[in-house]
């Protein structure tokens, strides 16, 4: 009984696989990564009886717009498509009497009945359609629930210091490579793979990642309230962070970085506001000028002095007696080493061209090669550039100056000067 049982059930899956079918996946939730494909069945259909997990040769897959389609068979991928339209599975390893010649079909189905029969009439083989969403995955929102280190640098007033801070924000990313993500992700899914199982992990990458993208935009010498302006570059930053974890392994890539907030400790926002006003003092003109109105201030609040207004101005005479009041912050300044602008080295020249100062024979910044001295000469023979009368490299002597003579009226022009025609009688000159 167990044979013919086997032989039935052999014949009859068989049969029953013999139709074409038609996969297509509705709109996916935006909450779905994966999702199983399932056959097309209406209410007129009569493939009703056929094994989820077999695919007919000839049968239809439809890919939308953001979407990517793969086929696994026995486990391994052997087809994908991310191109909208319809894939017909034309390489299977179930053949169907509706696909190609009837006689060859027959007998295609025949030996599969064969193989079935070994298996007790089951398929001993799975086939199946897995569909993944391309589309951007929106709205993920993320914190440092710890401070993050932030290096500030300013090369303009020489700042270099260490800061916490704090940001929040939201980033999307979306599935790049989805033969990665299936082989090292979801796998084979009995429906749907969501974003929630992935999602704490993602996070947690993600904050982890800040810190070197940061870093990279604090070499820029980005100030921590402009890195909200900064979302690009920031996201280049997150992706070479995040390369290794998330686009050689996962497939994934991040698509947009939005920070909501970014917060810095008081007492780290008031170091670089200290640092930033102190800055201003550089200037000997700045200085001098908020002395200047340090003690306008003190001579208005004297004058409402209650004591009397010549007790108050004794005390500004006081002070400035003390510090020399704006002369001596001017002499003050004036007795710091001056800083010389940088001089050009002995040998070097300016770029006509960019305006920079190099030492060789081209510009370090545009490669502009270095102009020929004025009064040189090429050597006939070295083709070395030189202001002699003799080459410096080979010691040939300086070519004396053809003389331009009219052959008409006997015009003789100046050394040096390059006439092609007479100025006296407009003949050709020789």
């Not at 970014?262 to 506001?273: C, G, Q, R, S």
């Not at 207004?309 to 001596?328: D, F, T, Y």
């Amino acid at each position: 009984m167990g044979l013919i049982k086997a032989l039935l059930g052999a014949a009859g899956g068989t049969l029953a696989d013999q139709w074409k079918e038609f996969f297509y996946c509705e709109a996916m939730d935006k909450d779905v990564l994966v999702t199983k494909g399932q056959k097309q069945i209406g209410s007129r259909s009569s493939n009703t009886k056929g094994n989820d997990n077999i695919i007919s040769n000839g049968s239809g897959i439809a890919v939308a717009d953001g979407q990517a389609m793969i086929i696994v068979e026995q486990g391994k991928v052997v087809e994908f498509c991310a191109e909208p339209g319809q894939f017909t599975w034309d390489s299977s390893t179930e053949p169907s009497i509706f696909t190609g010649g009837l006689g060859q079909g027959i007998l295609n189905t025949f030996k599969t009945i064969g193989k079935r029969f070994a298996y007790g009439g089951d398929t001993g083989k799975d086939q199946r359609v897995y569909y993944f969403n391309t589309k951007e995955i929106l709205d993920n929102k993320f914190g440092t629930p710890n401070p993050v280190p932030f290096r500030v640098v300013d090369s303009k007033i020489g700042l270099d210091v260490d800061v916490s801070l704090r940001c929040a924000g939201v980033y999307s990313y979306r599935i790049a490579d989805p033969l990665l993500f299936y082989t090292n992700v979801c796998g084979n899914v009995s429906g749907e793979y969501r974003r929630s199982e992935l999602d704490n992990m993602l996070k947690t990458e993600f904050i982890s990642a800040l810190q070197p993208a940061l870093a990279k935009l604090s070499e820029m010498e980005l100030r921590p309230n402009q890195i909200i302006a900064h979302n690009t570059d920031l996201e280049v930053a997150m992706n070479e962070a995040l390369s290794a974890k998330w686009g050689s392994f996962r497939g994934l890539t991040v698509v947009n970085v939005a920070l909501g907030t970014v917060t810095l400790p008081e007492e780290d926002a008031e170091m670089i506001k200290t640092a930033q006003k102190n800055a201003m003092y550089r200037d000997p003109s700045m200085g001098i000028a908020v002395t200047v109105g340090s003690q306008a201030e003190a001579i208005v609040a004297a004058a409402k002095n209650q004591n009397g207004a010549v007790n108050g101005l004794m005390g500004v005479g006081m002070v400035n007696g003390i510090g020399g009041g704006a002369q001596g912050v001017a002499n003050l300044y004036a007795s710091q080493p001056q800083q010389q602008a940088p001089q050009a080295p002995a040998d070097g020249w300016k770029c006509p061209e960019c305006g920079t100062v190099a030492t060789g024979n081209f510009c370090t910044n545009c490669g502009t090669k270095k102009p020929a001295p004025a009064g040189s000469w090429k050597c006939p023979e070295c083709g070395n550039e030189v202001t002699g009368n003799f080459c410096t490299n080979c010691g040939t002597k300086k070519p004396e100056a053809k003389k331009l003579i009219c052959g008409n009226c006997g015009y003789q022009a100046p050394e040096g000067t390059a006439v092609k025609f007479c100025p006296q009688c407009g003949k050709p000159m020789v």
